[in-house]
């Protein structure tokens, strides 16, 4: 059974360019969030996709949008990308209709802005 | 506002030598509440969920405790395997609510 798979591990960026991340949630996971973890921090919560709409959001800039397709795998865009953007970028898969609504989450994706 | 602390930031152990880390939170109802573990590199590895004050999980040399105000994750005799960061997590009363994270305590257990 494959977990949540995330592309690519590591990134290097410089300021103004834009990422691109992407995640496949696990098999059976209908629900996408995307967390934002900087070094010695917990998770900051980024947005959620389901049904391949943004269900919620935190506080983030526009900066930041997302998209869901429809086998439930979803990416994570940046625009003009700046040094504090440097930081795990954590994707997070969940069942909306399950009892336990835990989140399996990937191994991450390592964004460097230079 | 939701919240999340955790203490100590850190915390280094023997081998053998019990200790608890710490979650204080506040939320505006609580639907659950979450420890995770996260190795260098990784993302957080589920660990347990509690739902109401006065209930406990346990796993391996782990225990988890749950108050109103704050959750306790008892660790029993460590062995070196256990050093990670181990994060707590707070989901709200609506349904599918986003999760609030703690900064994490980073555990590190000596042989």
């Known amino acids: 059974d494959a977990g949540v798979t995330q592309s690519p591990t590591h990134l290097i960026k410089t300021r103004g360019q834009q990422v691109t991340l992407r995640c496949s949630p696990k098999?059976?996971?209908?629900?996408v969030s995307w967390y934002q973890q900087a070094l010695g921090q917990g998770p900051q919560f980024i947005f959620q996709?389901?049904?391949?709409?943004?269900?919620q959001r935190g506080n983030f800039p526009d900066r930041f949008s997302g998209h869901q397709f429809p086998n439930y795998s979803s990416e994570l865009n940046v625009n003009a990308l700046w040094l504090g953007d440097s930081a795990l970028y954590l994707c997070?898969?969940?069942?909306?209709?399950?009892?336990?609504?835990?989140?399996?989450f990937g191994s991450g994706t390592q964004l460097s802005v230079l | 506002e939701d919240q999340v602390t955790q203490s100590p930031e850190a915390l280094r152990l023997q081998e053998g030598e019990s200790s608890s880390l710490n979650c204080s939170y506040t939320?505006?109802?609580?639907?659950?509440l979450f420890w995770y573990r996260q190795d260098p590199g990784k993302g957080p590895e589920f660990l347990f969920t509690?739902?109401?004050a006065g209930e406990e999980k346990e796993k391996e040399r782990l225990k988890a405790t749950l108050t109103k105000k704050e959750s306790f994750l008892h660790i029993t005799a460590p062995k070196p395997e256990d050093s990670a960061t181990y994060l707590c997590?707070?989901?709200?009363?609506?349904?599918?609510?986003?999760?609030?994270f703690g900064p994490g305590t980073r555990l590190s257990v000596l042989p």
């Open positions: 997070a898969s969940s069942l909306a209709s399950g009892g336990s609504e835990k989140l399996f």
């Open positions: 098999s059976g996971h209908d629900t």
């Open positions: 996709y389901y049904e391949e709409e943004e269900r």
């Open positions: 939320v505006s109802g609580l639907r659950g």
């Open positions: 509690l739902y109401s």
């Open positions: 997590a707070v989901q709200g009363p609506l349904y599918g609510q986003n999760f609030v």
